[in-house]
């Protein structure tokens, strides 16, 4: 794609049965869906498309490693080297005091860091303009949407027909 | 989808086999109870510990149904009658349970120090102060409430649900309204028993170390229970898929299960730190006492148990596609449900024994000493051992520290008995005087002794007081350091198989036990089909999907169209 913009047509479905329905169809005549928008996470609709596990809770577990030893590092040098105190005559270095804050950094860094990377991947960041297609698939609608920027008319009718013989409520085109 | 094979056929050779396993059971506990101690106290601990962890599978099963249909959870429904026969064990539990009901009244045994006639009458030779102020509930007339009681009366709840949800079978059409009843029942049950495992629990294993409470204990022995509960679920869905029955079970149920498995290990070890750390950081001799016992003497009881049942779980079921495996649940449902078995054999054999040899030997108060969890020093002893080196000046913030030293040792040694009294008024070299004021108001029985003793500490000149608490640091390191001689020469903490570590004949009565809930469980589940046909929630539970397919999936299903 030479241009930032897309040209975009997509059907809209009432129900996520009939969007799985259009998804299958789809598949079995080989036209290649750009992506799917559903108001909430369809259940079963990952393996039809064929979405391949996200490694994204792998950095996850790394984040939350890191996260974990940064709080355990912290506490350990804060009591024994910075600033050391005895609270109620236990060791300076005393191992259960600092699980509640490991545990707590581990989440924090696993949070925060899953939340930037998959903001970064998605491209999303402060001032970025939404690229939507239509307001309503996060209200009611099922989007099935195809890339038709270097399309023949001939593709585009095919997928016009597709859409209105899986029963999608509208079709449109749009460009973003 | 084709269904078949709806109905469970408890077949001669699983009879068998289970048979067999009860008969070995049997043997087991008959092994244990000779050569055993003038109490049998290695028999009827092993019967309280199988009873109590089995019963408790039986009944979280159940409220863990209920908490599925009260939040309207459907996708449950095709593995809902595994877990309504399930709860059908609780009748075996009120036997089991009026076994230890009927040891009880007739002083069978020796595990609960609270059983012990005359604990609550003044001047008598068993006289407890602490067990006395806890008479009211600790008492043969509670626990038979407490445990069979409140298992009838969850009895009832059990067949009110399971018969509703058979009689559902019947009807001609699938719809809402048994559900409602149904809801009634379960929503009802899951405050009934909320409340009332506390009770149960407090009276069959709490109780056992009599002295001691925790208010957290509830919670984490009735989450034990219930990872006891979902890892056999695991496992028996397991199984009777490979029998070829529950073919609509899928992989989505299995992770399903397999998130709940994960989770709630999670929240158990959850538990079980948060009643560690908030033990440990009080540093209450009459709390600490109960972990000392068991870091000191039990240590492959005190990590084995973190290591089974948060180390394993956390860490092979954290991975998504771990909990689609068959090969990889399998493997770590059994190491759980083990560990649970585990966590109440942790619970109740350190506790159970040292109950058993005081009633032997007669010196059960002087064992419950204040004593610090290693590697956590107490406040008074601290602060004593700051002020020694400044005894002989008289320093306005000397006289301070003295004090404060000498009230954090009135506060311990109020709060530990008359072995801790002496041993606290012997630090107050200061304060005697004022030590001994606070030790009056708080213990009355043990003034006497304590005023002695403080004035006679409180006498002697500087010099010698400084050499007195140098001399009983001392002896607090060497104690401290010394465990491993104590335990040596300690009959009531010494390694044991039976209670320092699990033997064979454990083992032995697990499987015995084990195999009288499968063979329950299996009579139960043959009475009804396995699939609630009109059930609601029966479609969404068929076409249950989650998450994403792990490869060997995406290759198994590639083939072929959905549905």
Known sequence: MASDTTKVLYGLYNDEEDLKKAVKTANSSHLDIMDVFTPFPVHGLDPILGLKESRLHQLGFIYGAIGASFGFGLMSWVFTRDWPIVFGGKPYWSVPAFIPITFEMTVLFAAWGMTITFYTICGLWPGVKAKSLDNRITDNKFCVAYDITNADESLVEKLRSFFSKTGADEVNVKTI | MNITNTQFEFAGKTKTVLLGGMALGLVCLVLTFFGDDEFHTRFWSNFLHNSVYFTGISFMALAFMCAQITAFGGWMTTIKRIWEAMSMFIIVGIVLMSVMVVSVWGHLHQLYH??????????????????????????????????????????????????????????????????????????????????????????????????????????????????????????????????????????????????????????????????????????????????????????????????????????????????????????????????????????????????????????????????????????????????????????????????????????????????????????????AEKAVDHVTEVVKEGAEKVVATATTHAEPTHTESAAHTETHEGEGHAAEGGHDAHAASDPSRDFKIGYTIPGLPELGIMIGFLSLFLFMFFRNLEKASLIPWRDPYLEESMHHETGVLIDSEQEEKSGHDHH
């Open chain 2, 114 to 431: 609270w059983n012990t006639p005359g604990i609550a009458e003044l001047g008598n030779a068993n006289y407890d102060r602490i067990l006395a102020g806890k008479a009211g509930f600790l008492n043969p007339i509670w626990y038979t409430v407490g445990t069979v009681g409140f298992l009838a009366l969850w009895y009832f709840w059990a067949t009110k649900i399971r018969n509703n949800s058979i009689e559902q079978d019947t009807k001609e059409t699938r719809s809402l309204d048994y559900y409602k009843v149904q809801r009634k029942w379960a929503a009802s049950f899951l405050p009934i028993i909320g409340f009332l495992v506390c009770v149960f629990i407090w009276q069959s294993v709490m109780s056992i170390d009599g002295h001691w409470y925790s208010t957290m204990f509830a919670w984490y022995s009735m989450i034990s229970m219930l990872l006891g509960a979902l890892s056999l679920t695991v496992l028996l869905i397991i199984y009777l898929k490979s029998k070829g029955y529950l073919e609509y079970v899928s992989r989505d149920h299995l992770h399903d299960v397999g998130k709940f498995l994960f989770g709630i290990s999670v929240f158990w070890t959850y538990l079980w730190f948060d009643q560690f750390m908030l033990i440990w950081y009080a540093n209450n001799g009459e709390e600490t006492v109960y972990f000392k016992e068991r870091m000191n003497y039990y240590p492959v009881l005190f990590w084995g148990n973190l290591l089974l049942n948060f180390i394993t779980p956390f860490f092979i079921l954290m991975r998504n596609d771990t909990k689609r495996k068959f090969g990889t649940m399998f493997f770590v449902a059994c190491v759980v449900f083990f560990g649970h078995w585990w966590d109440f054999f942790y619970m109740i054999k350190p506790g159970a024994r040292l109950a058993a040899y005081h009633a032997a030997h007669g010196s059960h108060t002087t064992e419950h000493e204040a004593a610090p969890i290693p590697g956590a020093t107490p406040a008074s002893h601290d602060a004593t051992t700051s002020t020694t080196p400044e005894h002989g000046t008289e320093s306005h913030g000397t006289e301070a520290h003295a004090t404060e030293a000498a009230n954090g040792a009135v506060t311990t040694a109020a709060d530990h008995g008359k072995e801790a009294l002496k041993e606290g008024a012997s630090k107050m070299t200061e304060s």
